[in-house]
């Protein structure tokens, strides 16, 4: 049986839902609009420019494994309904545990909508009766991501060397982790 977290989670300032083929346009348009602004952390930037049929395609196959129950991708967007990034839950931690992974366009950082975003991404995780814990890993020189990490409850616990594959990375993953309580 495939078990999934719920396609939409939502608080008074965030929703987080599952990306649809048909949001290719929005999606292509945030990552055009916030190509310098990503790539420093982003290694999907040195594809670029891909055209919305390319995004369309990416938005295909993270439907696919949503299905399948492999992966889970989500929008972030504002209340109003304005896409403003992506995240998503990730199996490359352990069997009993998922990776959480976001971005933010350019000009919405600074705001809480990670944070925000990312405490939705727990509780849809622990929805889930198989993982005991949630895990974000972001490069230590990515400072913006160790505060939101932090700010949602997460220990740090510990770091890990490996190549760097975006530009503004140190080579070093910093680790941090939170248990179902």
Not at 6 to 34: G, K, T
Not at 56 to 83: C, P, Q, S
Not at 129 to 135: L, N
Request: glycine letters at 10%.
């Amino acid at each position: 049986m495939i078990v999934h977290p719920p396609a939409s989670l939502s608080d008074a300032s965030v929703v987080v839902r599952r990306w649809r083929v048909d949001d290719a346009p929005a999606l292509h348009r945030m990552i055009v609009d916030s190509t310098e602004h990503l790539r420093p952390w982003m290694p999907f930037i040195s594809a670029e420019p891909l055209v919305v049929g390319d995004r369309a395609d990416l938005l295909e196959g993270w439907e696919l494994k949503w299905d399948r129950g492999e992966e889970f991708a989500y929008a972030i967007g504002r209340v109003d309904g304005t896409l403003v990034g992506s995240c998503g839950l990730h199996p490359r931690v352990g069997a009993n545990g998922l990776e959480i992974g976001y971005w933010l366009a350019a000009g919405e950082t600074g705001r809480g909508l990670a944070t925000a975003a990312v405490a939705l991404l727990v509780e849809g995780a622990f929805s889930l009766d198989h993982i005991a814990f949630v895990e974000i890993r972001h490069d230590r020189d990515n400072v913006a991501s160790g505060r939101v990490a932090e700010r949602s409850g997460f220990e740090r616990v510990g770091e890990e060397r490996r190549d760097p594959s975006a530009p503004g990375e140190s080579g070093v993953t910093v680790v941090w982790r939170r248990l179902r309580a």
